[in-house]
């Protein structure tokens, strides 16, 4: 156990900001028109940890998780309004029917591959039944979200185990995030080249709120990459239905986990949750039959938590009102689109259980763009 400890902790040292890959925005392209927080990640949203676990191991393990907390206190007992949304819905999404029904999350959030979902929800379980103040409590409902990995990684062989999960939840901190490769990402396709862990936000200007959106994605599926708007994916040979009779059926997953400080409901979180999929879309994504596109949102504001004083009686929360959202959902627009884009930079090229994906020629990616500009 300490050692997979000491094996998240170091690869939270290792932010993607060294990695000699640069983010899109770094490589000259800047999505949308709002700016981003000072990291450009989800934890510029105050309080919001992430944490990963990557399991490389000989030709054929290429996995992991990765944990999104909302906030470091106890979050059974402390719990965050949250709102979730479908795409398409070919994939297990664990907890969701619960934040569908409620309006909010208990637990961490974590990702991984489709046949470990079980044992990153047994992770969840044994680590909110550990934590102080918990000792009465008899349900728990863990929030788990998958891709499936099964090219890169040897997925039958269920190598993340509920001690990875409970050492993602962790090493989750503040700060940077590494990007790509790691985590959830470890094995993941993107538009047919490697894909990973991205995340990216947005910071709204005073005068809107001051509030801000971070975004991060597990990507996992495909179509036709558009890169802010530029059809990259047709300019460089490599797209879904290239020749009609090529099998390439652009399926896969992709998971959004949205995080922001502003007060809203349930209601209007999911709300948030659905605008996320414009993002998906304007990357080129059709969000074909077989892939499962999830998003789930949350909002760490303290005037919108579900805390035990207000769940004993009648409460008050803030909440801002529908007119003020429209800025959010530009927000999380920009902000996927570019966690996307900057889970593919920060991947690079990767050997694995049957066989190599290429990473995005970033070079090639940067030329396109300008010529197309």
Do not use: C
């Not at 969701?96 to 974590?110: F, H, K, M, N």
């Amino acid at each position: 156990m300490l050692a997979r400890l000491l094996l998240a902790a170091t690869l939270l040292l290792v932010p993607a900001m060294i990695d000699a890959r640069p983010r899109a925005r770094e490589a000259g392209i800047e999505i949308g028109i709002l700016p981003p927080g000072p990291l450009n990640a989800i934890t510029d949203v105050a309080g919001v940890r992430v944490g990963h676990v990557t399991l490389v191991e000989g030709q054929n393990i290429r996995t992991g998780v990765t944990a999104i907390l909302p906030h470091g206190g106890n979050l059974y007992q402390d719990k965050v309004p949250a709102g979730f949304a479908v795409g398409n819905g070919y994939g297990k999404f664990m907890g969701s029917t619960q934040i569908a029904e409620l309006g909010e999350i208990e637990t961490p959030v974590l990702l991984t591959n489709t046949l470990n979902v079980p044992e990153a929800a047994s992770a969840i379980v044994d680590w909110t039944l550990r934590q102080p103040g918990n000792e009465e409590v008899r349900s728990v409902n863990a929030v788990v979200g998958e891709t499936n990995d099964g090219y890169l990684n040897d997925i039958r062989a269920r190598r993340v185990t509920p001690a990875d999960g409970v050492a993602a939840i962790a090493a989750a901190r503040g700060g940077p995030v590494a990007e790509g490769a790691v985590g959830a990402g470890t094995g993941t396709i993107a538009f047919d080249w490697k894909g990973g862990i991205g995340t990216s936000s947005r910071r709204l200007p005073a005068v809107l709120g001051g509030w801000t959106v971070g975004v991060l994605v597990q990507t996992n599926y495909g179509g036709v990459l558009s890169v802010d708007g530029i059809r990259v994916g047709e300019a460089l040979g490599r797209y879904m239905m290239r020749q009609a009779l090529e099998t390439q059926s652009g399926d896969g997953s992709v998971i959004v986990v949205i995080a922001t400080d502003a007060p809203l409901s349930d209601r209007n979180l999911e709300r948030l949750a659905r605008r996320a999929f414009l993002g998906i879309g304007r990357t080129g994504s059709p969000m074909t039959n077989g892939s499962g596109d999830y998003a789930i949102a949350f909002s760490t504001h303290e005037g919108g938590r579900r805390t035990a004083a207000r769940r004993a009686a009648a409460a008050t929360f803030e909440e801002l009102p529908n007119e003020a959202v429209t800025p959010l959902f530009q927000a999380v627009v920009e902000a996927t689109e570019e966690a996307v884009l900057n889970s593919m930079f920060a991947a690079e090229t990767t050997d694995g259980h049957r066989g190599r994906i290429e990473a995005l020629p970033v070079e090639e990616v940067v030329r396109l763009h300008r010529a197309g500009r």
